[in-house]
């Protein structure tokens, strides 16, 4: 056995309480996955239908100034 190994204790942060790794994700909570699948899709029809019209960089200013604002507006 490496001598690395002997040293090695497993983490116990799935048995104590208030662990922040879940079995399951409660429900409602948004998480990465979910919010990949909801914007993806809807990114892209959105920027393809700007590409086949011819207004990208024009697209991607408008969802630029749009995340800006929601941003500042959130502090």
Partial sequence: M???????KPSRASNMPGSPYLDEPPKGLLTWPKLLR?????ALVFFGAAWYVGVLVEAMAVVTVTVL???LRAK
Avoid: D, E, I, N
């Avoid at 909801?38 to 809807?42: F, K, N, S, Y």
């Fill in 2 to 8: 490496r001598w690395w190994k002997l040293s090695f």
């Fill in 38 to 42: 909801l914007a993806g899709p809807t």
């Fill in 69 to 71: 604002v929601m941003v």
